[in-house]
């Protein structure tokens, strides 16, 4: 009698074993299709939005390479600073600590600069600067300064959005090179803002068809203004 009884039992464990597979089947299956769920991926045209932005900042960056200068009490109102190893197309400009802007003039490895009493100030060069000859480039105050620190970066340029802004509005041949120098397909269109504030922005947008889908990427970003000022802002890339 116990033959057919540990058959039953053989029967019965096979039958818990097969469930309990069958449930870690399910399990994993399950998981799967949570971690790899195609409709949770990102589409084609998200991937072209955040590859538009990330193309958009690196065609309209430009160097900037800053010097903060310490300024001794006895100095006269003209400083004579010498700073080498600067790219000759770089023009300058130069502000207090505050922000506020101060006449400079570059003439080679000199930098002449009126501190207007100022005891600090940052010295910016970049190719985006227009040359400027408000002070004179001779008879400066020599040695009575120290060059405290200096750092090479790069920002999105103002200067270069507004270009890029003028020639999308262009329209025609002028926004399909934009678009072929962006890497997008001939079948897809974008949009683009750079916006400071509410008031304070740079956007260049078409009449988007209702019909459309429209994806969006945005990205924080320091941007060198005309004026020379590092400001913050949101770069908001639009495609469809």
């Known amino acids: 009698m116990s033959f057919p009884i540990y058959l039953m039992n053989k029967k019965a464990a096979s039958q818990i074993e097969f469930i309990f597979s069958f449930v870690l089947f399910l399990g994993f299956v399950g998981f799967a299709l949570i971690l790899f769920n195609p409709l949770k991926s990102p589409g084609v045209t998200q991937v072209l939005s955040d590859q538009t932005l990330d193309e958009i900042i690196k065609d309209s960056s430009t160097e900037v390479i800053s010097y903060s200068v310490k300024i001794n ?12 190893g600067v790219n000759d197309s770089y023009n300058v400009v130069a502000q207090d600590i505050n922000g506020f802007s101060l006449n400079a003039t570059r003439n080679e490895n000199r930098v002449y600069l009126d501190r207007q009493g100022k005891n600090f100030s940052i010295i910016r060069y970049s190719s985006d600067f227009s040359s400027f000859s408000g002070v004179p480039s001779t008879g400066g105050d020599v040695g009575n300064y120290e060059i405290a620190s200096s750092i090479s970066e790069h920002f999105v340029s103002e200067k270069e959005i507004i270009n890029l802004k003028t020639k999308y509005g262009q329209g025609g041949n002028s926004y399909n090179e934009i678009r072929d120098s962006l890497n997008l397909p001939s079948n897809k269109d974008f949009a683009f803002a750079v916006i400071f504030s509410n008031t304070d922005n740079i956007t260049a947008e078409m009449k988007i068809p209702g019909s459309v889908e429209v994806f969006a990427s945005e990205q924080d970003i320091g941007v060198l203004r005309t004026n020379g000022l590092i400001k913050y802002a949101k770069l908001i890339v639009k495609t469809w």
């Open 73 to 84: 009490n006895s100095a006269r109102q003209t400083i004579d600073l010498t700073i080498v």
